[in-house]
């Protein structure tokens, strides 16, 4: 577990142990499994996009952001990448990506 990311978790998520994405991509995805499961706490809170061309990331803090102040623990969604693929520095540019991820959010509460 990397210190640092942890480290941010608790600034932004005081009251949360964990929050737990799991989620399918659809799109130009690489080879390798398209279910994933991701850690905010292990991994930060972005999660990049499958496509090796694409600079783009998913940005989930906000939906939970929202579930915390709706008292949810449990939200299914969709956000599409809109990342600009291209070459690595960007010097050529292919297009905007059309990949999107169908997701489950899972907030683990720190117990009382
Ligand atoms: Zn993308």
Request: net charge positive; with cysteine; proline share 6%.
């Amino acid at each position: 577990m990397a210190p640092f990311v942890d480290w941010r978790f608790q600034n932004e998520f005081p009251s949360l142990t964990d929050v737990i994405v799991r989620y399918v991509e659809h799109g130009r995805v690489g080879f390798g499994s398209r279910r994933k499961l991701f850690s905010f706490r292990e991994s930060g809170p972005l999660i990049s996009c499958g496509d090796p061309d694409c600079h783009g990331r998913y940005r989930l803090s906000p939906v939970v952001l929202e579930m915390l102040s709706a008292g949810e623990v449990n939200r299914e969604g969709k956000q599409a990448c809109g990342g600009t693929r291209g070459t690595p520095s960007l010097r050529k540019r292919y297009g905007i990506c059309i990949n999107l991820i169908e997701y489950r959010i899972e907030l683990i509460p720190k117990q009382k």
